[in-house]
């Protein structure tokens, strides 16, 4: 069973859609959750990060994590075409390296 | 991209060659990384430093070595290039060494032929 499994897409959402990004995890030891925003061919940009359970907002962002269901989202309120990118989930377990998810591809279209 | 440079941005070589790649940050973190990305992989750990001198390696370090002369520079080597080896290569820094907050380079893309 894979640590992080993400949904690769690709999501094609019309502009101002509500849009849902998930991950689900198999070890319940992760602590830590992040979400990534990578444009393409560029690097990865820290979208935000979690610790343990609940919600956490960012303007148009939400990262919510239920540890109970080990599942992660992110969710993207009013969604713009500036926001078509490929998003990644990462999960860590305390000191250790991140795992990554395989990122979710989102358009928004105009 | 939180003051770190990457160089080459692109190279394309042949196998059998090394290959050394460079990251370079302005702010003097202690901790490094260096990623590589492939599609249907995502992102994964090659080598990490937490100091001049101090590093160790990630979930895909066969095939690689890195070095840090310098707070500011983490290098990747390539000791003898294979096609496997194509990818696109990031470069991160987590300010503190908070794992949960890294930052990362723009890449340097490597085709080896």
């Known amino acids: 069973q894979k640590e992080v499994e993400q949904d690769p897409g690709p999501l094609s959402v019309p502009e101002g859609a509500i849009v849902s990004l998930n991950c689900t995890y198999s070890?319940?030891?992760?602590?830590?959750f992040m979400w990534y925003r990578q444009y393409s061919r560029k690097g990865p940009e820290l979208l935000m990060y979690?610790?343990?359970?609940g919600n956490k907002e960012d303007g148009r962002f939400t990262a919510q994590v239920d540890k109970s269901s080990k599942y992660i989202s992110l969710f993207i309120r009013d969604s713009q075409p500036s926001d078509s990118a490929t998003y990644l989930c990462?999960?860590?377990?305390?000191?250790?390296?991140?795992?990554f998810g395989k990122g979710t591809k989102l358009t928004v279209n105009p | 991209d939180a003051g770190i440079t990457q160089s080459p941005r692109h190279k394309v070589t042949e196998t059998g060659t090394p290959v050394t790649l460079r990251c370079h940050q302005t702010?003097?973190?202690?901790?490094m990384y260096w990623y590589r990305q492939d599609p249907g992989h995502g992102l994964r750990l090659i080598h990490y430093?937490?100091?001049?001198?101090?590093?160790d390696k990630g979930e895909v370090s066969d095939g690689y070595s890195v070095s840090r002369s310098k707070t500011e520079d983490f290098l990747l080597t390539l000791e003898s290039a294979t096609s496997s080896q194509t990818s696109v290569y990031f470069c991160?820094?987590?300010?503190?060494?908070?794992?949960?907050?890294?930052?990362f380079g723009p890449g340097t893309r490597l085709l080896v032929l």
């Open positions: 979690t610790y343990s359970s």
């Open positions: 070890n319940s030891a992760f602590q830590y």
């Open positions: 702010e003097n973190h202690r901790y």
């Open positions: 991160a820094i987590s300010p503190g060494g908070a794992v949960e907050t890294q930052y």
């Open positions: 990462a999960l860590h377990r305390g000191s250790e390296k991140l795992v």
């Open positions: 430093s937490y100091g001049v001198k101090d590093t």
